[in-house]
Each structure stands twice: as structure tokens, then as C-alpha cells.
């Protein structure tokens, strides 16, 4: 009894075994109505329906399927499905249909589908970064930005990103950053308590070696090829990772001179925008603008507009000279790309409408026309492309 048992036992394990053995083509299991034995027929492959079952004597018959029908699996089915009808609203066709395949459709860019519905990606607010990007499936996932960094934007795409290590580029902190602004650093406590990052002059200097096309690597480029101390590659990536195109040239510029200012040449460039500075003092140092001056003069300003908070904040941390400056370099840090010069000549169109004081608009004019200077611009080129040599002027710098 127990030796025929363990016989079954060994069968039936052996039937298992061979009836969950995968094979190919799949199989399925049908009746012969001729013969009423079991068969094991193919499955009929995606693109196909089933079209006779096979039988003793002859293999399954498969059929293509018509026209806005389809089957994308092995099947023993009679009948293909039929494609799904046309997108919906606010859907693109991401696949069309074919034999193997029902139609995809997914939401335009920047939406999710939800209950049917293509729904706007979450944005997170100033304060927030983004934890998981949207995708066509999935909402936006914000989070809190912890301590040590900061969110300055409303958007859907922009992570939280670390505060500035002043220390690192040789500069001092002036103002601790919070969740929703960044740490504001100084060259010199005496001369730029408020925070300047790049002022009015060195944008003006440093412009020329901004490439007006995409360069790859291009501050690789400029770190390798610039004379003296070399900057490091951490300062360099972390330059990368907080700041646009533009704005990266002028943070690399700015440090390679902080930290090269024995040099006598970058002697010489240090004298010189200090005289630039001096300039611009005598042209806006003395307009003493108001609030409501100052805000209708950061409205005036086209892309993102600098807020009141960082108007008041201006004010108590600022000498009455610097506001203006100050305010203009968060607005160029704000629009990535932006020229301030070009910014402030869209802005003394608009002013008319603020009823602004024609000194004021007059000190901006006189400003625009002494950093456009031709004297200062083609001095400064000639001077950094000698010093950089022949490798960057390969990468054919175009002067704004």
C-alpha cells in the first residue's frame, strides 16, 4: 500500500512538473469534438485571434487581426479587442494603435491623470522644493526644505537647494539664509554690508566671457585656462549646481579674483572697478529713493519681479546708496540669463506711468551709458583673452 502510494505520489509530482514546464509556443488545453481526446493546441500569438482550434491532424489556425483591433499577449481567443477611441481632453496619442498594441494616450506636459481628468502638477511654493517630479502619472511631490537650504521660487520642478557656504568662496556671511532665501554673502564687511553678489561693474566686466550660444563645459574652459590660483573643482560644481549659465561665469570670475588679488594684473582689475563703482556711485549713490519708488522701479523690471520682502529687507540692512544696486542684483539672480542694463533700459520705458522724478530717471540713463562704455568693454576683452590664451579664444567668446 505504502510503495503504490508513494508511485502516485511520484506521478502525480512528475504531471506537475511537466504541465507547469514553460514551452513555446504557450499552450492551452482542448477537446477534439472528433476524436473527444485532449490536446494541447498553440496559443495564438499577439496581433492574432483564434480561427480554428487545432485538432489531430492539424496546428492552430491564427488570423490577423482587422483593422483598429488588437491583442498584444498569446491568447486562445476568437475575437481581437478593439482599440480605445480618441484621446481625451488635454491627452496626446503617445502610441497609436496597431495589431500588437491598443492606443496610449497621456496628458500634456506638466499634467497627471487623475479620475480620468489631465490635472495641472502640483507647484511648490517658496519654502518647499520638489521631492518627486510630476509625471503623467503622478502629481508633484513637495517637501519642507530642511535645514541648510532654501526654496526662493514657486515651481513644479526646482528642488530645494543648499544654503551658499560663504566661507568657501572666501566671503563673509552677512545674512543667514531661512527655508525661502539664501544666505547673503559679502566681500568685506566695511564696504558691502547688504550683501552685493555681483555688482552693476563686474557684471559689465565679466559679460564678454558669458558664451551667447550653448558651450559645453564651458567653465571648465575658463577655470582651466585662467592664470594664478586655480579655483577648485568643489567650488566649481557647487557654482554649477546653484546658479544659471550666465551667473556662473560671473561667481567664477568674482572668486578667481578674490582669490588671485596679489596678482598685478588682477591688481589692476580690482583698481579699475573699484574706479567703475565710484562711477556708479556719483550717477544713482545720491537718489535716495522711497519704498514706493523702489517697488515701482522693481515692477517696472519685465520677468520675475523682486518682492516686497526683499524691499524691506533692503531697506534695514542697506545704506540708501546701495538699495538700488542691491535690489538689481537679486533681480538679475532671480531671471537666470538677464541683463540688468538691458532690464533697467526696459524699465525707464515704463516709469512715465509711475510718475518718477526725471533726476532719478536721468541718473539711470547716465549709469546705462557709462557701463556700455566702448573704452571699458573693449579694454577688458583684449585683457582676459590675452591672459587666457589661445585654447578659450578657440571657443570664439561673442561680446554682448
Same mark, same amino acid.
Given at each position: 500500500m505504502?510503495?503504490?502510494l508513494?508511485?502516485?505520489?511520484?506521478?502525480?509530482?512528475l504531471?506537475?512538473?511537466?504541465?507547469?514546464?514553460?514551452?513555446?509556443?504557450?499552450?492551452?488545453?482542448?477537446?477534439?469534438?472528433?476524436?473527444s481526446r485532449?490536446?494541447?493546441?498553440?496559443?495564438?500569438p499577439?496581433?492574432?485571434y483564434?480561427?480554428?482550434?487545432?485538432?489531430?491532424?492539424? !496546428?492552430?489556425?491564427?488570423a490577423?487581426c482587422?483593422?483598429?483591433y488588437?491583442? @498584444?499577449?498569446?491568447?486562445?481567443?476568437?475575437?481581437?479587442?478593439y482599440c480605445?477611441?480618441?484621446?481625451?481632453?488635454?491627452?496626446?496619442?503617445?502610441q497609436?494603435c496597431?495589431?500588437?498594441?491598443?492606443?496610449?494616450?497621456?496628458?500634456?506636459?506638466?499634467?497627471?491623470?487623475e479620475l480620468?481628468?489631465? /490635472?495641472?502638477?502640483?507647484s511648490?511654493?517658496?519654502?518647499?522644493?520638489?521631492?518627486?517630479?510630476?509625471t503623467?502619472?503622478?502629481?508633484?511631490?513637495?517637501r519642507?526644505?530642511?535645514?541648510?537650504?532654501?526654496?526662493?521660487?514657486?515651481?513644479?520642478?526646482?528642488p530645494?537647494?543648499?544654503h551658499?557656504?560663504?566661507s568657501a568662496?572666501?566671503l563673509?556671511?552677512?545674512?543667514?539664509?531661512?527655508?525661502?532665501?539664501?544666505?547673503?554673502?559679502s566681500?568685506n564687511?566695511?564696504?558691502q554690508?547688504?550683501?552685493?553678489?555681483?555688482?552693476l561693474?563686474?557684471?559689465? +566686466?565679466?559679460? =564678454?566671457?558669458?558664451?551667447? !550660444?550653448?558651450?559645453?563645459?564651458? /567653465?571648465?574652459? /575658463?577655470? @582651466?585656462?585662467?592664470?594664478g590660483?586655480k579655483?577648485n573643482?568643489?567650488?566649481?560644481?557647487?557654482?554649477?549646481?546653484?546658479?544659471?549659465?550666465?551667473?556662473?561665469?560671473?561667481?567664477?570670475l568674482?572668486?578667481w579674483?578674490?582669490?588671485?588679488?596679489?596678482?598685478?594684473?588682477?591688481k589692476k582689475?580690482?583698481? @579699475?572697478?573699484?574706479?567703475?563703482e565710484?562711477?556708479?556711485?556719483?550717477?544713482?549713490?545720491h537718489?535716495?529713493?522711497?519704498?514706493e519708488?523702489?517697488?515701482s522701479l522693481?515692477?517696472? /523690471?519685465p520677468g520675475?519681479?523682486?518682492?516686497?520682502e526683499?524691499?524691506?529687507?533692503?531697506?534695514?540692512?542697506?545704506r540708501?546708496?546701495?538699495?538700488?544696486?542691491?535690489?538689481l542684483?537679486l533681480?538679475r539672480?532671480?531671471?537666470g540669463?538677464? @541683463?540688468?542694463? !538691458?532690464?533697467l533700459?526696459?524699465?525707464? #520705458?515704463?516709469l #512715465?506711468?509711475y510718475?518718477?522724478?526725471?533726476?532719478v530717471?536721468h541718473?539711470?540713463?547716465?549709469?546705462?551709458?557709462?557701463?556700455?562704455? =566702448?573704452?571699458?568693454?573693449?579694454?577688458?576683452?583684449?585683457? +582676459?583673452?590675452?591672459?587666457?590664451?589661445?585654447?578659450?579664444?578657440s571657443?570664439?567668446?561673442s561680446?554682448?
Amino acid at each position: 500500500m505504502n510503495r503504490a502510494l508513494c508511485c502516485a505520489l511520484l506521478f502525480l509530482d512528475l504531471s506537475i512538473k511537466w504541465t507547469t514546464q514553460e514551452t513555446f509556443p504557450p499552450k492551452y488545453l482542448h477537446h477534439d469534438p472528433e476524436t473527444s481526446r485532449p490536446l494541447m493546441c498553440d496559443k495564438c500569438p499577439p496581433g492574432t485571434y483564434l480561427k480554428q482550434h487545432c485538432t489531430a491532424r492539424r !496546428k492552430t489556425v491564427c488570423a490577423p487581426c482587422p483593422d483598429h483591433y488588437y491583442t @498584444d499577449s498569446w491568447h486562445k481567443s476568437d475575437e481581437c479587442l478593439y482599440c480605445s477611441p480618441v484621446c481625451k481632453e488635454l491627452q496626446y496619442v503617445k502610441q497609436e494603435c496597431n495589431r500588437t498594441h491598443n492606443r496610449v494616450c497621456e496628458c500634456e506636459e506638466g499634467r497627471y491623470l487623475e479620475l480620468e481628468f489631465c /490635472l495641472k502638477h502640483r507647484s511648490c511654493p517658496p519654502g518647499f522644493g520638489v521631492l518627486q517630479a510630476g509625471t503623467p502619472e503622478r502629481n508633484t511631490v513637495c517637501r519642507r526644505c530642511p535645514d541648510g537650504f532654501f526654496s526662493d521660487e514657486t515651481s513644479s520642478k526646482a528642488p530645494c537647494r543648499k544654503h551658499t557656504n560663504c566661507s568657501a568662496f572666501g566671503l563673509l556671511l552677512t545674512q543667514k539664509g531661512n527655508s525661502t532665501h539664501d544666505n547673503i554673502c559679502s566681500a568685506n564687511s566695511d564696504t558691502q554690508t547688504c550683501g552685493i553678489d555681483v555688482t552693476l561693474c563686474e557684471e559689465a +566686466f565679466f559679460r =564678454f566671457a558669458v558664451p551667447t !550660444k550653448f558651450t559645453p563645459n564651458w /567653465l571648465s574652459v /575658463l577655470v @582651466d585656462n585662467l592664470p594664478g590660483t586655480k579655483v577648485n573643482a568643489e567650488s566649481v560644481e557647487r557654482i554649477k549646481r546653484r546658479h544659471s549659465s550666465q551667473e556662473q561665469t560671473f561667481q567664477l570670475l568674482k572668486l578667481w579674483k578674490q582669490q588671485n588679488k596679489e596678482q598685478d594684473v588682477v591688481k589692476k582689475i580690482i583698481q @579699475d572697478i573699484d574706479l567703475c563703482e565710484n562711477g556708479v556711485q556719483r550717477h544713482i549713490g545720491h537718489a535716495n529713493l522711497t519704498y514706493e519708488q523702489l517697488r515701482s522701479l522693481m515692477e517696472s /523690471l519685465p520677468g520675475k519681479k523682486v518682492g516686497i520682502e526683499d524691499i524691506e529687507r533692503t531697506r534695514k540692512t542697506c545704506r540708501s546708496s546701495e538699495e538700488l544696486p542691491k535690489l538689481l542684483s537679486l533681480w538679475r539672480m532671480r531671471n537666470g540669463d538677464q @541683463d540688468t542694463l !538691458k532690464g533697467l533700459m526696459h524699465a525707464l #520705458k515704463h516709469l #512715465k506711468t509711475y510718475h518718477f522724478p526725471k533726476t532719478v530717471t536721468h541718473s539711470l540713463r547716465k549709469t546705462i551709458r557709462f557701463l556700455h562704455s =566702448f573704452t571699458m568693454y573693449r579694454l577688458y576683452q583684449k585683457l +582676459f583673452l590675452e591672459m587666457i590664451g589661445n585654447q578659450v579664444q578657440s571657443v570664439k567668446i561673442s561680446c554682448l
